[in-house]
């Protein structure tokens, strides 16, 4: 019959397209991962903190007490 052999002409070329859009939205997909992947590498330096202790051990003499 010439309807079914339209038909599935058809429904191969929808399935045909519709893969072809899967392919290209995977690719898509791929490609903002590394993109993504790229953007998380360059930001994710630690920053250097600021701290109001200094670097280096400060030797305090010790000065005892009179009783008094």
Not at 2 to 30: C, G, H, N, P, Q
Not at 44 to 56: M, N, Y
């Amino acid at each position: 019959m010439l309807s079914d052999r339209f038909r599935y002409s058809v429904m191969d070329f929808t399935r045909e397209a519709l893969l072809a859009e899967l392919e290209l939205k995977d690719d898509i997909i791929e490609q903002l991962r590394k993109e993504l992947e790229e953007y998380r590498i360059q930001n994710s330096t630690r920053k250097t903190a600021i701290s109001s202790e200094p670097d280096v051990q400060v030797k305090r003499p010790i000065i005892g007490k009179s009783d008094e």
